[in-house]
């Protein structure tokens, strides 16, 4: 992989990054409330959307590209118009959890949030209405997302669990159980067909959605993975972990390919461009780099 010029941004902490279909650009928030745009080819900064707002944890795009959501310790939800970053709508408020997920169905509607006290709330943000609040885990729920399918919504959690739940309905979720340590990241391929999470003790496990069972287990990290993605149209995962290592994975095999050179500091957040080889890691010292892969 080629290492592409790399921005610093003005983020500090934990940052998380999300890529912009449309204006294919990515999105970047951290600890310091910071919100940047960069172009998604050259990593060139585009926008600052907020300098000094609420610390940013966490972040999602509507499909559409019209708005994105932001979530913190704070527990409040911030709806932002993409353009002028403007608030538009905040959910959530004092007395709620905090913020440690957000994931936006694929109509927009409603907007899933995961929170440290065990509960999952579906928002219809542009109307600052909540549908509907559940307990998702024992202990704080850590990742959420919705497959983009649209029929399903994953979460995970400090209790060792991820839980697929059929979006909309009321039915006991799908429980799938195999790690034995807190699941700290979650993503959903592309075709909706799997899942990967990851714990604090290194493991990834790769799940068939459908039948939720295993497909593969392996150690991919010495200490927690601290983020994972699919990429490539669904045939690799790269995870990141707090061994300050970025690995790509074949998600059929679990074969591992060569991997970045090792970080500077523990990657958070990895984010891929539309291409599926562009890929965008974040890291605790607020340094953006975007990494080029053809091939793999």
């Given at each position: 992989m080629v290492d592409v010029p790399c921005v610093a941004t003005r983020?500090?902490?934990?940052?998380?990054?999300?890529?912009?279909?449309?204006?294919?650009?990515?999105?970047?928030?951290?600890?310091d409330g910071a919100i940047e745009a960069f172009d998604g080819e050259t990593g060139e900064f585009r926008r600052s959307y907020c300098s000094d707002g609420p610390a940013v944890s966490c972040l999602a795009l509507a499909p559409h590209?019209?708005?994105?959501?932001?979530?913190?310790?704070?527990?409040?939800?911030?709806?932002?118009?993409?353009?002028?970053?403007r608030?538009?709508?905040?959910?959530?408020?004092?007395?709620?959890?905090g913020v440690a997920g957000l994931s936006v169905h694929r109509s927009g509607v409603p907007v899933a949030v995961a929170h440290v006290d065990g509960q999952v709330a579906l928002w219809d943000a542009g109307n600052r209405r909540l549908l509907r609040t559940f307990a998702a885990h024992e202990g704080p729920v850590n990742c959420v997302a919705y497959f983009p399918d649209g029929l399903k919504l994953a979460t995970a959690g400090d209790d060792?669990?991820?839980?697929?739940?059929?979006?909309?309905?009321?039915?006991?979720?799908?429980?799938?159980?195999?790690?034995?340590?807190?699941?700290?990241?979650?993503?959903?391929?592309?075709?909706?067909?799997?899942?990967?999470?990851?714990?604090?003790?290194?493991?990834?496990?790769h799940w068939d959605a459908e039948s939720g069972k295993p497909l593969r287990q392996w150690t991919a990290h010495r200490g927690a993975v601290t983020a994972l993605t699919f990429g490539d149209h669904?045939?690799?995962?790269?995870?990141?972990?707090?061994?300050?290592?970025?690995?790509?994975?074949?998600?059929?095999?679990?074969?591992?390919?060569?991997?970045?050179?090792?970080?500077?500091?523990?990657i958070r957040s990895l984010a891929f461009g539309n291409d599926g080889l562009t890929l965008a890691t974040v890291g605790d010292n607020g340094r953006l780099?975007?990494?080029?892969?053809?091939p793999w």
């Open positions: 983020n500090t902490g934990c940052a998380v990054v999300a890529f912009h279909l449309i204006e294919k650009s990515f999105l970047s928030g951290g600890q590209g019209k708005w994105f959501v932001t979530g913190g310790p704070d527990g409040v939800v911030r709806l932002r118009d993409w353009k002028f970053g608030v538009l709508a905040e959910c959530g408020g004092e007395g709620t959890a060792h669990v991820a839980r697929i739940w059929i979006a909309g309905s009321r039915f006991e979720p799908k429980h799938l159980r195999g790690h034995r340590a807190p699941i700290v990241a979650l993503a959903v391929a592309d075709d909706s067909r799997s899942l990967a999470t990851a714990d604090r003790d290194g493991v990834v496990i669904d045939r690799r995962l790269v995870t990141a972990g707090e061994d300050r290592r970025v690995k790509v994975w074949d998600s059929a095999t679990g074969i591992e390919y060569p991997a970045l050179p090792p970080q500077r500091a523990v780099k975007l990494w080029h892969a053809n």
